[in-house]
Nanobody, 126 residues
C-alpha cells in the first residue's frame, strides 16, 4: 500500500513560482509511475504531468509544457513539481498519484493510478 502526502502549496502572485512535493511511503517512487493531477473548483480532475518508473521519462499536459517540471528523488522517495510563470488558471488542488506497473492506461488517464494523496491547494492571484 503506497501512501502519498503532498506539501508545498500556497498563495502566489501571477508570474511567480512554487514547488509542490509528494512524499511516498510503502513503495518506491522509482517502482511506480508517478503523476500530478489538479482539480479546480467546479471542474474535473485533470492531468498535469507524469514520470515513468523505469527510465524517468516525463510527460506534460499542454498547459504545463515549458512552465512546469516534474522530478523525483529516489534517495528521499519524493517527487516534485516545479511550477514557474504561474497563471490564475493554475489555481487548483494538486494531487500526487502513483500507479503500479502493469496498469494499461495512458499516462494522462487517472485510471492508471491506484494511489492518491490528499492534495495541496495552489492559489495564484492576479
Amino acid at each position: 500500500q503506497v501512501q502519498l502526502v503532498e506539501s508545498g502549496g500556497g498563495l502566489v502572485q501571477a508570474g511567480g513560482s512554487l514547488r509542490v512535493a509528494c512524499a511516498a511511503s510503502g513503495g518506491a517512487v522509482t517502482g511506480n509511475t508517478m503523476a500530478w493531477f489538479r482539480q479546480a473548483p467546479g471542474k474535473e480532475r485533470s492531468f498535469v504531468s507524469a514520470i515513468t518508473y523505469r527510465n524517468g521519462n516525463t510527460y506534460y499536459a499542454d498547459s504545463a509544457k515549458g512552465r512546469f517540471a516534474m522530478s523525483r528523488d529516489s534517495a528521499k522517495n519524493m517527487v516534485y513539481l516545479q511550477m514557474n510563470s504561474l497563471k490564475p488558471e493554475d489555481t487548483a488542488v494538486y494531487y500526487c498519484a502513483a500507479g503500479t506497473p502493469g496498469i494499461l492506461y495512458g499516462y494522462s488517464d487517472a485510471r492508471r493510478y491506484n494511489y492518491w494523496g490528499q492534495g495541496t491547494q495552489v492559489t495564484v492571484s492576479s
